[in-house]
């Protein structure tokens, strides 16, 4: 009698225990989802030229899984959805690009909740039209004088202010409107070329001299469209223009950020290598609070 009458007691001691030990510690707490993650944008984004190849990609973007989208996803652990394509220019993030590629917003959701881009660059053909027409002109003059201003002018600038801004303006709204509970942010430029021409530079990028400044003005104003569009849509701009200078595509293997157009390491010229995709990785996490 008494044996069974102590084993009640301690039961009910055993239950009482175990209901407190539920009241301090509360319910199971569930482990912390990742962050959806979309990446869009061009050849800047995708770090096209840098291997390795993303194999989900179609080869025509030239995707690399060494982008900064991907460093980002692997330092966070953010659930990456990257459809970052070589060439994109804003009427691609409506439009098919290549066959099988799908429009880019197609990636945003309701569900996204960041998305990181760069884009702007190839619409009028600003970058590629600026380099090979410089080069070219740069080559013929034997590096002397500043032939392709002499030639284009303010065009590039104009094509910039009238066709690039309001597309870029146009491309981040739209994005906010696929994807309104995400923080959006659309990175500038990393400088390609110094401020003026450098002993050495001509060699690896043909323009002439007085060209030099010219192209890096051009830039500048690109990365100035970008940046109004962002502040314009509620975007966060992550402006590169102070951490990239010296690290642009005159300098030795190691301490650049682009390569060249001549005696690079990339396949694909005058884009970002490894080293400069992962500093933008690490200034778009300062941006945004990330770390």
Same mark, same amino acid.
């Given at each position: 009698?008494?044996?069974?009458? =102590?084993? /009640?007691?301690? *039961?009910?001691? $055993?239950?009482?225990?175990g ?7 509360g319910?199971a ?5 990742? *962050? ?22 179609? *080869? *025509?973007?030239?995707?690399?899984? $060494? ?11 953010a ?5 970052? &394509? ?9 439009? /098919? ?7 880019? +917003? ?6 996204? @909740? ?19 027409? &410089? ?12 032939p ?7 065009k ?27 923080? !959006? ?6 400088w ?14 043909? +323009?002439?001299?007085?060209? !030099? ?12 469209? !970008? ?15 102070? $951490?990239? @200078? ?10 650049? =950020? !682009?390569e060249?157009? +001549? ?10 290598? $490894?080293?400069? @995709? ?11 609070? +990330?770390?």
């Open positions: 009698m008494a044996i069974r009458a =102590w084993n /009640s007691r301690a *039961l009910a001691v $055993a239950a009482t225990a209901a407190a030990l539920v009241t301090l510690t319910p707490q569930a482990a912390p989802q990742p *962050l959806p993650y979309v990446a869009l944008g061009d050849s800047y984004s995708a770090a096209s030229g840098v291997l390795p190849l993303d194999p989900s990609a179609s *080869l *025509l973007c030239a995707r690399s899984t $060494a982008n900064y989208p991907h460093v980002i996803a692997q330092r966070t652990g659930d990456l959805k990257d459809v970052t &394509c070589g060439g994109a220019q804003t009427k691609d993030f409506t439009g /098919s690009q290549y066959p099988g590629v799908a429009p880019q +917003l197609d990636a945003l959701s309701t569900g996204t @909740e960041l998305v990181t881009l760069t884009i702007g660059g190839n619409d009028n053909n600003t970058f590629i039209d600026t380099i090979l027409s &410089c080069a070219a002109a740069g080559v013929l003059s034997a590096g002397q004088g500043d392709c201003h002499d030639k284009y002018g303010d590039f600038a104009k094509d910039v202010d009238t066709k690039t801004y309001p597309a870029v303006k146009a491309a981040l709204r739209a994005v906010h409107d696929k994807a309104p509970n995400a923080r !959006v942010a659309v990175l500038g430029y990393p390609i070329m110094p401020a003026k021409a450098e002993p050495g530079c001509f060699v690896k990028m043909p +323009l002439a001299s007085g060209d !030099v400044p010219y192209v890096r003005d051009i830039q500048t104003h690109l990365n100035d469209a !970008v940046r109004r569009a962002a502040d314009e849509t509620g975007s966060t701009y992550v402006d590169l223009a102070a $951490a990239s @200078e010296g690290h642009d595509a005159c300098r030795p293997v190691g301490t650049r =950020w !682009v060249p157009a +001549l005696f690079g390491t990339n396949f694909v010229p005058v884009h970002p290598n $490894a080293l400069g @995709e992962s500093a933008m990785a690490d200034l778009t996490m300062d941006a945004l609070g +990330l770390r």
